[in-house]
């Protein structure tokens, strides 16, 4: 699809970088010879099936040699990465790398910053993302398709949204295993033998609530459709309700944005 590019991951061995690459590979996005992955070993795992993919052990050479630089490492390890970007369209996956560090660190005006989580591996990823006004409709277009090889996406309108959508996306499945953790707890407290209340957990967690992905029904109508019903799974609903758990979640989700905000001014601050 976009065979004439040369995409260059810097962090590209990590879990995130190896499988959006890995993903962008599988769909026909990129050719293989098309996509750069940095390792200072020189050895990437992850890429067996294609052995055109490329590797750089220097992320200035890489930068040198791609057309799109992907920065896919943790926010603490950039201020180590060096990178002369120029013009060239740069995508970064770091939580509370503002767009300001990321112009200035990179030298580029085309700067994207998207926040995919770990379900990039089983192509069932969301991914918001932001650009800046530089970003041309050839950038946006390669964006779009990066993102739905690996699952859904959607460019935001600001980057306020995209520091929100990081403590509520960026989390991944973390939220979903805490419930899991807290239904799990209860089954085993109430003496159900450990495999039986996991495979009912996941049953929960996991498979029914697929359902929500269907005949887009609104999660809200889903819920009163069950407190209508009355039964077992309303009082279970009701009580959960009266115990203060959307309270819980809301309290959560503004943690995970301060943080993001706290962040994104920690590492906006100079090296040295």
């Not at 896919?72 to 180590?80: D, K, L, M, N």
Request: glycine share 10%.
């Amino acid at each position: 699809m976009f065979s004439e590019l040369t995409v260059g991951i810097i962090g590209g061995g990590g879990w995130l970088g190896r499988s959006i690459g890995a993903a962008m590979l599988e769909k026909g996005v990129l050719a293989p010879t098309g996509l750069i992955i940095s390792s200072r070993s020189g050895q990437v795992a992850g890429f067996d099936a294609w052995p055109e993919v490329q590797l750089a052990t220097d992320n200035r050479q890489l930068a040198q040699r791609a057309d799109i630089i992907v920065l896919s490492v943790r926010p603490e390890q950039f201020a180590a990465v060096e990178i002369e970007a120029a013009d060239k369209l740069v995508i970064s996956f770091m939580a509370g790398v503002s767009l300001a560090t990321l112009l200035k660190r990179s030298g580029s005006r085309r700067v994207i910053r998207a926040m995919p989580n770990a379900a990039a591996e089983i192509g069932q990823c969301y991914t918001p993302w932001f650009a800046t006004e530089q970003v041309t409709a050839a950038d946006r277009a390669f964006t779009q398709a990066m993102f739905e090889s690996c699952g859904s996406t959607d460019e935001v309108a600001s980057e306020a949204d995209l520091d929100y959508l990081t403590g509520l996306v960026g989390s991944g499945a973390a939220y979903p295993a805490l419930l899991a953790e807290a239904l799990l707890a209860h089954a085993l407290a109430r003496g159900l033998p450990r495999q039986v209340a996991e495979r009912a957990v996941r049953g929960v967690v996991v498979e029914a609530s697929q359902l929500l992905g269907r005949n887009g029904m609104p999660p809200a109508d889903m819920v009163q459709a069950m407190l209508d019903y009355r039964g077992t799974t309303a009082a279970g609903l009701q009580a959960m309700i009266d115990a203060g758990f959307k309270a819980a979640i809301a309290a959560g989700l503004d943690a995970a944005e301060a943080a993001a905000q706290r962040m994104k001014a920690s590492y906006s601050q100079p090296k040295g």
